[in-house]
């Protein structure tokens, strides 16, 4: 009997014990002294800092870290502490994520890091010619952070005298190039370069850094109890207030809504369709690619079945069949309410992918065909930008958006009773209601438009 249970016991034994070991058994010779090797990839959101995925030294030149059993396929890298000190291949340049699978049984896996990219002798960018840093420290006043900001500019921005239509991209380290890029980069310069090339009219386009370990707070207006969030209203409020007035100001650019992308990636695309519905006076159009929708769905659900009209938008989704089980139930919740609340069919495209994956590589493929959607029926033959109605708008957020006058002009506030409340001097941009007005509904009046606003607490 004991030798039965013996039997037994090393069978689940297995089971339990079952998990993956990784063992780098060379480094590069110049390696930094005393350098911390961490892991990271798609079971630790491709963090490369993550304290709880440090490759331990054994005191012999090898260094080890045991996963627990899981499922699926993971994909991975080494830094040593952020993307800029990635691992390269032979050469010192870019190597495509290292994989392994859970199988049931215990695995260790034996690997060598060939380079390291920031210290390989030479520059590894892949950018190309016509992007550029606009800024390594663009100010958010918003959430008083700065933020390193790329400017991709078509082929013929300084032979031409075109004006253009500007995508707004989230996650700016991963579009442009492999250097800064945690899992391979989307190469948005190269695709819009090539469809120039055949014919294509061009477009800006304006990459933001996500903030690292501020990242999913800035991505979603919503608290999610497990992960985050809540900083979606500054970071949006950032785009449409700060960053955009900036680039149409210094730029040659489209400046209306149907000229106008939000784009973005997992959490990234989550924001842009937010952003997109809190901001329509400006955005028209959104790109959504793999929506992290899972992160605050009740929330955005209900926001979305409550905010204006959304009928001046245009959405692109798509995503892999099988990245989540939740992730076409949800894409395809978030379209109906959209579609309840406005959207039109013909501006909604749905494209699930069956070899569809949550990564760069994928994204990369599909954002091509994205662009050309969202602009497909856009006139780009000429320079004219059309003339500007007059418009007032108020954010969620209690701020004023009005265009369409040549100078300042004078506005009455007016108590639903009809009693006058005062003068305002409302300029083209954003406004803010007077400090001292007590919260309520009021009426904006000019000669030539009126408005009910509010006042939040």
Known sequence: MKKYLLVLFSIFSLGIDAQVTLRITSIPANTPTGATIYLAGSINGWNPFDNGSIMQPDGFGTYQLTIPEGTGTVEYKFTRGSWATVEGNASGGYLPNRTFTFNGTPQTINLTIQSWED???????????????????????????????????????????????????????????????????????????????????????????????????????????????????????????????????????????????????????????????????????????????WFALSDLNTYLGNSSDLSNLRIYFVAGQNESTAMVPNINTIRTTMQNNGLSISNTFTKFDSYGTHTEGYWRGEFGA????????????????????????????????????????????????????????????????????????YILKSEMISKKVFKKQ
Do not use: C, H
């Not at 809504?257 to 959104?286: C, D, H, R, V």
């Not at 500007?388 to 957020?397: D, G, H, I, V």
């Open 119 to 293: 210290i390989t002798g030479g520059n590894n960018s892949t950018a190309t010619s016509n992007v550029q840093i606009l800024s390594p420290n663009f100010y958010i006043p918003q959430l008083d952070r700065i933020r390193r900001i790329w400017l991709y500019l078509p082929p013929d921005y300084f032979t031409s005298t075109k004006n253009y239509p500007v995508l707004y991209m989230n996650d700016g380290q991963n579009l442009f190039d492999n250097l800064t890029s945690f899992s391979g980069e989307w190469q948005v310069d190269e695709t819009l370069n090539s469809l120039f090339e055949e014919g294509d009219y061009g477009a800006i386009v304006v990459g933001i850094d996500n903030g690292g370990s501020e990242r999913l707070n800035e991505y979603s207006p919503w608290v999610n109890a497990q992960y985050g969030g809540g900083q979606g209203d500054e970071y949006m409020a950032f785009i449409a207030e700060t960053l955009k007035p900036y680039i149409d100001e210094n730029f040659r650019t489209r400046p209306e809504p149907k000229m106008n992308a939000l784009i973005g990636s997992s959490m990234g695309a989550l924001i842009a369709t937010y952003g997109a519905s809190e901001y329509p006076n400006l955005f028209g159009k959104i790109g959504s690619f793999s929506p992290a929708y």
């Open 370 to 441: 994205a662009y050309q959607w969202l602009f497909v029926n856009e006139s780009l033959s000429t320079n004219v930008i059309e003339k500007k109605k007059p418009a007032l708008f108020q954010t969620e957020s209690g701020n004023l958006w009005f265009n369409g006058f040549e100078n300042e002009t004078k506005f009455e506030l007016f108590a639903l009773s009809g009693q006058k409340i005062t003068s305002l001097q409302l300029r083209n941009g954003f406004n803010s209601l007077p400090e001292n007005l007590v919260s309520g509904i």
